[in-house]
T-cell receptor, first 112, second 115 residues
Framework: DGGITQSPKYLFRKEGQNVTLSCEQNLNHDAMYWYRQDPGQGLRLIYYSQIVNDFQKGDIAEGYSVSREKKESFPLTVTSAQKNPTAFYLC???????????FGPGTRLTVL | ELKVEQNPLFLSMQEGKNYTIYCNYSTTSDRLYWYRQDPGKSLESLFVLLSNGAVKQEGRLMASLDTKARLSTLHITAAVHDLSATYFCAVDQLHYGGATNKLIFGTGTLLAVQP
């Protein structure tokens, strides 16, 4: 089955640690995205990538980093510079840069 | 800066009733999406509206777009309990008039359908 997978489902981080969230898709989509969702709010764009080896900052990129070395993978690192990282993180992909975005199941990150 | 507002934020309705969720946005765009989210789950794509006057229907849900008024509506007909979820609209930020696929999401409408 084609789809988007994210791992882990739950992640706990100690203050000062960097953590990496995985996002993989086998839909052969060109574009991939990372969003953050806080309780009772909509999604906010962190980073996006339209092609391999290229990515752009979204609206809230500070404290995050990404890479896009393979078409199917777009990992997100939450660095210690992100002051309030506790949130639900959603990865999405679209067939092209202008197509409907389809979302993965999400990773819930909690800072201890 | 593009801002997207949904109302109401919370909607409690009885089964069998009709209601409408509104999505207003502040700057020009002609590409709007509706998503559904169940508690603790991911987002499911419902509709994409790509031009002024676009109307899409699926089951008891119908979405429309008026780009001149910068308004989209999601109409629910004869609600059933299974429609209980949070509904988000998302608007594409245009850059020099062209689509970017950088979406700005509304804060969501929590719909609770009571038996």
């Amino acid at each position: 089955d084609g789809g988007i997978t994210q791992s882990p489902k739950y992640l706990f981080r100690k203050e000062g640690q960097n953590v990496t969230l995985s996002c993989e898709q086998n839909l052969n989509h060109d574009a991939m995205y990372w969003y953050r969702q806080d309780p009772g709010q909509g999604l906010r764009l962190i980073y996006y990538s339209q092609i391999v080896n290229d990515f752009q900052k979204g609206d809230i990129a500070e404290g995050y980093s990404v890479s896009r070395e393979k078409k199917e993978s777009f990992p997100l690192t939450v660095t210690s510079a992100q002051k309030n990282p506790t949130a639900f993180y959603l990865c999405a992909s679209s067939i092209q840069a202008f197509g409907t975005q389809y979302f993965g199941p999400g990773t819930r990150l909690t800072v201890l | 800066e593009l801002k997207v507002e949904q109302n109401p934020l919370f909607l409690s309705m009885q089964e069998g009733k009709n209601y409408t969720i509104y999505c207003n946005y502040s700057t020009t765009s002609d590409r709007l999406y509706w998503y559904r989210q169940d508690p603790g789950k991911s987002l499911e794509s419902l509709f994409v509206l790509l031009s002024n006057g676009a109307v899409k229907q699926e089951g008891r849900l119908m979405a429309s777009l008026d780009t001149k008024a910068r308004l989209s509506t999601l109409h629910i007909t004869a609600a059933v309990h299974d429609l209980s979820a949070t509904y988000f609209c998302a608007v594409d930020q245009l850059h020099y008039g062209g689509a970017t696929n950088k979406l700005i999401f509304g804060t969501g409408t929590l719909l609770a359908v009571q038996p």
